[in-house]
């Protein structure tokens, strides 16, 4: 009996040992955590707040739909997602292609820059899911990245605007890992924002990682956003972080600079529903919290569209 139950829970360490982009087994991460200031109480934030450009209606509706599939590890269901995608950027106008790496295949939408086409800002998400919906893992992060999209649409940018949703995150970054090293010219990249799942903000107080564990080449990411933040006067505040458990880290292995947004996951505020069954579309998402992530992203990545 006693060794059955040795036997388990050495099993069950080997399991957690061997899912290493599971993030919640990322323990250096959580002992990385330090929020910046201010802190907003839940108070301070109106809830009535309504977004000034993005489509939120849009986002919630999108979002349903790209959630229905039930396991974004199967081919159908990627395919599926892949080919919904394909018809929303096609919508507003972004050219659209498939990048077939071998075991997998990765979506790409673009929008031409007006002066220098061959610089690229490259904006990110994983459309794989874990044995579920995958509504807000990463549902969020791909619809969210479509809204802030459809807005970028509406303007001629002198820089390249390229989409990715990467394929076979979940397994170890596959995807973002074929198409970094399938870049020619690496010296063209701006950077990378990559967005992971943002619904959740229990606790209100609108927190949310911005990722870049004070890499030289990424803190300049960092930095433009935390302006848009402070313009703009979101009740946000930027949370440290440091992990590579997401596909910012195929940029970064190439010295490339990215950053990860995403709820405050490492600071005690992660979704309960995180890679199970009930990552849904339902009232755990907070779209006043998302809406201000986005529009702090979106005012982020015109700067870096028009200044760079
Ligand atoms: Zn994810």
Known sequence: MKFITVFILIFSQLAVAHSDHDWRTDYEAYLSV????PLFDGLSINETQKSNRLDMKFFKQKLIQFSQTEDR??????????????????????????????????????????????????????????????????????????????????????????????DKEEIGLVGSDAYVASL???????????????????????????????????VALTNTIKSSIAKLGLPLTVVKACTDRSDHASFWRHNLPAVVISE??????????????????????????????????????????LNK
């Open 34 to 37: 330090s929020y910046e200031s």
């Open 73 to 166: 590890r199967a081919l159908t269901n990627l395919d599926t997602a892949r080919e919904f995608l394909k018809q929303e950027y096609l919508k507003i106008g972004f050219e659209v292609n498939l990048q077939n790496f071998g075991g997998g295949t990765n979506f790409i939408a673009e929008k031409k820059g007006s002066v220098h086409p061959e610089k690229v800002l490259i904006l990110s998400s994983h459309i794989d899911s874990v044995r579920c919906k995958g509504a807000n893992d990463n549902g969020t992060g791909t619809i969210g990245l479509l809204t802030v999209s459809q807005e970028l649409a509406k303007t001629n940018y002198p820089f390249t605007i390229r989409i990715l949703g990467f």
């Open 184 to 218: 020619t010219e690496k010296q063209n990249i701006i950077g990378n924002i990559n967005f992971e799942m943002m619904g959740v903000n229990s606790r209100n107080d609108g927190s949310f990682h911005v990722i870049d564990c004070q890499k030289a080449t990424s």
């Open 264 to 305: 405050n996951f490492f600071g005690g505020d992660a979704d309960p529903c995180y890679h199970s069954r009930c990552d849904i579309v339902d009232d755990r998402l907070n779209y006043n919290y998302m809406t201000n992530i986005l529009e702090a992203v979106l005012d982020a990545t015109e700067n870096l569209l």
